[in-house]
């Protein structure tokens, strides 16, 4: 059965309908050739982190550009990019001759934000088909959170939410459009920094059917984890503000005790002086030096 259009009136305004019959609504992108289209020249990102490119291109290998871009026609068959020049380099790194793309004309930010308003209240579209409605939103409409919010009808905590899911790995956002893990598996999936984890994690979800409350707990205890490796590094702001100053120290208290002292400092702020001692007598001669400094 063929899905009913849900799109407002005068969204084929936004199109050239004569060359791109199949974007007749703002959730539908097409395959442009890479060499039609030029940079925008008001980009006003300068540098690109190469290696977070080389690993983009590596995932656009394996499964596809997720998050088409959005240029603008130019005339002569030719496009200019609006957003989404992170997914274009990567994929020209990527060997791709083709991306997939939304097209607008110049002037018509009032006319697609109807329509993606309208689009957005369909209730076949899956999370990240919003998430990236609400990101469109937000890049090409030239509006906040808070105004989107307004716009759409929903708290600015629930849009936050949706936009947070394109920042998951391509494969998660995958399992999400395909109904593998549901919106609450993937916000917990989020907060965990690492994406090597949050692939670890999808995978478990998938093969032992972990509940989104399982997954929270999982991702709780990690996150404790994490915590308590972070209080067992040496914390870099410390009183003691040189090395000269905190060698200084040791030196000193290592003639004290006439040991090789030494010291680790958490990120907490708390600590421990570490004082060796080779056998029970050499122990003994320590406690009798703190004795003293106790007296």
Same mark, same amino acid.
């Given at each position: 059965m063929a899905k009913k259009n849900a799109l407002g009136r005068g969204l084929g305004a936004l199109l050239d309908e004569n060359s791109i019959e199949k974007a007749k609504r703002p959730h539908t992108s097409f395959d442009i050739e890479i060499s039609l289209i030029?940079?925008?020249? =008001?980009?006003?990102?300068?540098? =690109?982190? !190469?290696?977070?490119?080389?690993?983009?291109?590596?995932?656009?290998?394996?499964?596809?550009? #997720?998050?088409? #871009?959005?240029?603008? !026609?130019?005339?002569?068959?030719?496009?200019?990019?609006?957003?989404?020049?992170?997914?274009?380099?990567?994929?020209?790194?990527?060997?791709?001759?083709?991306i997939p793309a939304y097209i607008r004309k110049i002037n018509d930010e009032n006319l697609l934000e109807m329509a993606l308003i309208e689009n957005i209240q369909r209730e076949d579209l899956d999370a990240i088909e919003i998430a990236i409605a609400y990101q469109r939103l937000m890049e090409e409409c030239a509006l906040t959170q808070e105004e989107l919010s307004d716009r759409v009808g929903k708290k600015r905590s629930t849009v936050a939410n949706y936009i947070r899911l394109l920042k998951l790995p391509?494969?998660?956002?995958?399992?999400?459009?395909? $109904?593998? #893990?549901?919106?609450?598996?993937? +916000?917990?999936?989020?907060?965990?920094?690492?994406?090597?984890t949050q692939l670890m994690?999808?995978?478990?979800?998938?093969?032992?059917? =972990?509940?989104? +409350?399982?997954?929270e707990e999982v991702v709780r205890q990690l996150g404790e984890d994490e915590e308590n490796q972070a209080e067992e590094s040496p914390a870099r702001n410390r009183r003691f503000t040189t090395d000269?100053?905190?060698?200084?120290?040791?030196? $000193?208290?290592?003639? $004290?005790f006439v040991a090789?002292?030494?010291?680790?400092?958490?990120?907490?702020?708390?600590?421990?002086?570490?004082?060796? =001692?080779?056998?029970?007598?050499?122990?003994?001669r320590i406690i009798s030096i703190i004795d003293k400094l106790n007296r």
């Open positions: 030029s940079a925008n020249p =008001f980009q006003p990102r300068e540098r =690109f982190d !190469e290696e977070a490119l080389a690993e983009l291109s590596i995932s656009i290998q394996k499964l596809g550009v #997720i998050q088409p #871009i959005t240029v603008k !026609e130019i005339g002569d068959g030719k496009f200019q990019l609006i957003s989404g020049e992170r997914r274009l380099r990567a994929a020209k790194m990527a060997g791709l001759t083709k391509p494969k998660v956002q995958i399992g999400i459009r395909n $109904h593998q #893990i549901s919106m609450g598996h993937a +916000r917990a999936l989020i907060n965990l920094k690492d994406e090597e994690i999808f995978e478990q979800i998938l093969k032992y059917d =972990f509940s989104v +409350r399982k997954v000269a100053e905190y060698e200084k120290l040791k030196k $000193h208290l290592s003639k $004290h090789d002292v030494d010291f680790k400092r958490y990120s907490t702020g708390k600590g421990k002086i570490i004082i060796p =001692f080779s056998n029970d007598d050499d122990l003994e």
